[in-house]
């Protein structure tokens, strides 16, 4: 099966780096998404990484390491906005699979 | 830009009673796919179209079924509703080939 592990919860400061990390299980392995959802909202896709390295979009990085079934979410330059649940997502031969997310609180 | 639209956005039932989720994808998309997110929990991937056929299948109760249209809109229905069903439906869609998927802003199920 499909299995992914992330913090549950991760606080930091207003103008910080925070990195958030996901290691997956999966059979079969096309790629790692990462998705940002507020309370309440619909989640929103952030990136994707099907090949070992970095993606940098803005203040956002995901990274990817396919040999350790490891991933993480770069957040840099923390804006109060920022605070939600990140999730990530491995594509495998069972589809999709999300992980039970990790809620940023970012302070002041 | 045009986003995914679902309807209704709220929806309230009793339990055994039914229920029909309507999705409508971004334009030119072609695959669309379904998650329930119960309160505090990760989206769970329930079922995906592509071309109208079901393509792949997650954990969707039998009580559950869906399908994609001529005009590639989505219907989920779900049958003798039970209290559990209670939460949040997500429609997203995206270009076959591609892994981004855009998300709709749910369909918020209420079973009581």
């Known amino acids: 099966g499909q299995s992914l592990e992330q913090p549950s919860e991760v606080t930091a400061v207003e103008g910080a780096i925070v990195q958030i990390n996901c290691t997956y299980q999966t059979s079969g392995f096309y790629g790692l998404s990462w998705y940002q959802q507020h309370d309440g909202g619909a989640p929103t896709f952030l990136s994707y990484?099907?090949?070992?390295g970095l993606e940098e979009t803005g203040r956002f990085s995901s990274f990817l390491s396919r040999s350790d079934s490891y991933g993480y979410l770069l957040l840099q330059e923390l804006q109060m906005k920022d605070s939600a649940s990140y999730f990530c997502a491995v594509w495998g031969y069972q589809k999709v699979t999300f992980g039970t997310g990790t809620k940023l609180q970012v302070i002041p | 830009a045009a986003g995914v639209i679902q309807s209704p956005r709220h929806l309230i039932k009793e339990k055994r009673e039914t229920a029909t989720l309507k999705c409508y994808p971004i334009p030119r998309h072609d695959t669309v796919y379904w998650y329930q997110q119960g309160p505090g929990q990760d989206p769970q991937f329930l079922i995906s179209?592509?071309?109208?056929?079901?393509?792949d299948k997650g954990s969707i109760p039998d009580r559950f079924s869906a399908q994609q249209f001529s005009d590639y809109h989505s219907e989920l229905n779900m049958s003798s509703l039970e209290l559990g069903d209670s939460a949040l439906y997500f429609c997203?869609?995206?270009?076959?080939?591609?892994?981004?998927?855009?998300f709709g802003p749910g369909t918020r199920l209420t079973v009581t």
């Open positions: 990484n099907a090949l070992d």
């Open positions: 997203a869609s995206s270009s076959r080939h591609v892994s981004e998927q855009y």
């Open positions: 179209f592509y071309e109208k056929m079901q393509s």
